[in-house]
């Protein structure tokens, strides 16, 4: 694999969570750090995000180890910087046949009384549920806005609603910067943190970036104060409690969705769907992050994946680790771009 290019200026392209975090870690390990993005931060698909902050049931594959220090990752940016919205509430999942669970790392099995004492709204408890008790969920918006503050505090330059539309190289083929629709942004390393489009940024240099468009749907509820009080797991949906009157649900249906919530915990008769969202998340070709250097691009470094608001600490620190300090991670072996 070539080395990370070690950023004397760093341009970090697209200010959703994952472009912010690497903008923070980047300016906070001293380089010089521009973050660009065509709207505001977090306003693509990391608006979309459900957001449940947990070790992930999947233990193997490429980003396996990074995933497993989530949890631990999102405590040390808490904090590095104090009111970063997460709240701690702990993860329950079970399906509705099958005997007793796995758990995994973190979790432990519990039974149908002490379901009832962590949400004691169900209407008919599981006879066996894994208990995630160091999970959370965050307010994904809010903790990009506060990366981004994070990284100005560190001396970022921050361009919002600064459309890029082309990476600049100069005459020996090294990356010198982004295009914007209002004018040129210079920089020796440019990181393509855009998501989707970062194909098609790519794709004039001769890079191909195997991502496709993966629909997120998400659901918002009125709902009774406290009627869920952790992250729920079910086959049904992904469910938790975001304000005293609100909900939000990640599945497939609106309606089925609201159907279940209302099946499931006493107390949900007059939960009423307030709007639905479609989020277009970023899909590897084969579900792992493309994180790394391109080598025939010298400069250019790509970090795009599924899961960003899980990832997204842990991967700014270390993509941060080797753009500045020029180190190659070892935990990002797998998840490099020459893969494909």
Known sequence: MVSAPVGRHVVVVGAGIVGASVAYHAARAGASVTLVDAERPGAGVTADSFAWIGASGVRTGPAAGVRATATEEYRRVEAELPGLPVIWSGSLSWRAEGGAPEAGPGQEIVDAATVMTLEPNLRKPPEWAIWAPGDGAVDSVGVTERLVAGARDHGARVYLNTKVTAVRRDAAGQVAGVETAGGPLAGTTVVLAAGV??????????????????????????????????????????????????????????????????????GAENVELLSTRLGVRPMPADGEPIVG???????????????????????????????????????LSGCRPDRF
């Open 197 to 266: 489009a970062t194909a098609a940024l790519g794709a004039p240099l001769g890079v191909r970036v195997p991502v496709e468009p993966s629909p997120s749907p998400l659901f918002r509820f009125r709902a009774p104060a406290a009627l869920v009080r952790t992250v729920v797991n079910t086959q049904d949906f992904d469910l938790r409690q975001v304000a005293a009157d609100r909900l939000i649900a990640a599945a497939d249906s609106p309606d089925r969705t609201l159907a279940a919530v209302r099946s499931t915990f006493r």
């Open 293 to 331: 250097p391109v080598a025939d691009v010298p400069g250019l470094y790509l970090a795009v994946m599924h899961s960003a608001v899980t990832l997204a600490p842990a991967m700014g620190r270390l993509i941060a680790r080797e753009l500045v300090d020029g180190i190659v991670e070892p935990t």
